[in-house]
Each structure stands twice: as structure tokens, then as C-alpha cells.
């Protein structure tokens, strides 16, 4: 009789170290909503790697000592960033089976704070997505830049990856 086996005879059941890590993927964003293509990967790579996706909305915290011992939930004001927008990205995440948390993260140096996020998580991916329209295209280059030279994992930045 003929057998047909899915994989060697000797293969047992993995070992702890040989068990696959879960490695997230971060969308990362300015205080912006999220760019289409990034949203798109994002969502996508998490999909057919079974993995949770953390979607970081990095803010710049403004030097506002009094407010931010005092009161610090009022240090962004509602038109400073598009929480809406991130919000609607994290329910589309949602919808599709894929296990969201979404942070806001302040920060003097919101680059810095993905990063050291991204090392804290020990992220798959890092998908560096935010939308051109609501940040300056410098900021963004430089941002970029940052980003690629100094994530400890896979970078896709948007729109053109």
C-alpha cells in the first residue's frame, strides 16, 4: 500500500526555540492620517503572516512644561493630529481578523520614540506611512532617512516603499 506522508518520518514536535517567533508589524505615522499604500501593506503583511499589527501615532510633544505637568492629556489639541483618520485605519485592521492595538505615542522625539517602540516589540516589519498631505515633505525625507538606517527590522516606507 502506498503512503503519503506530508513531511519526513523523523520530524517530531518543534522544540521551544524551534517554535516561530510572533513578530508584529508597526504602522507608524506623524500625527497624520495614514497613507493609503502604507495602510494597504500594513494591513496585507499581517494578514498572511498571522501576526498582530500595531499602529503608533507618534505625536510631537510641544515644550509646554506647565501643561504637560498639569494636564498633560490636553498637550495636542484635536487639530493637531488626525486621530479620527488612525482610528478608522485600526477599525478596517479590525474587520479583517487581525489582532489591532492602537497607541499614541508623545514624544520631544517622536522618530526616536517608533524606533525604540519597534526594538521594545521586536517588530517583523516596520511600515513608515505617513500621509504626504499632512506633513511637510522634509520632515518626512528626514524622518525616512532615520527610519531606514536605524530600524532593527524590515522598513517599507510610503507611497513608493
Known sequence: ??????????????SGAAKKRVRPVILGTLAVRVHPNAERVALESALEAGVPLIIANMIAMPP?????????????????????????TAARAAALGIMTELLRISSRHPVRSLLDLVKARDAGLLVFGPDLKGTSRLRFRLAARIVRKNAPCLVWVAPDG
Do not use: F, K
Open 1 to 14: 500500500m502506498v503512503q503519503i506522508l506530508d513531511r519526513p518520518r523523523d520530524t517530531g514536535p518543534q
Open 64 to 88: 509646554y512644561p506647565a501643561t504637560m505637568t498639569l494636564a498633560p492629556e490636553y498637550a495636542t489639541l484635536p487639530h493637531e493630529e488626525a486621530l479620527d483618520a488612525v482610528r478608522e
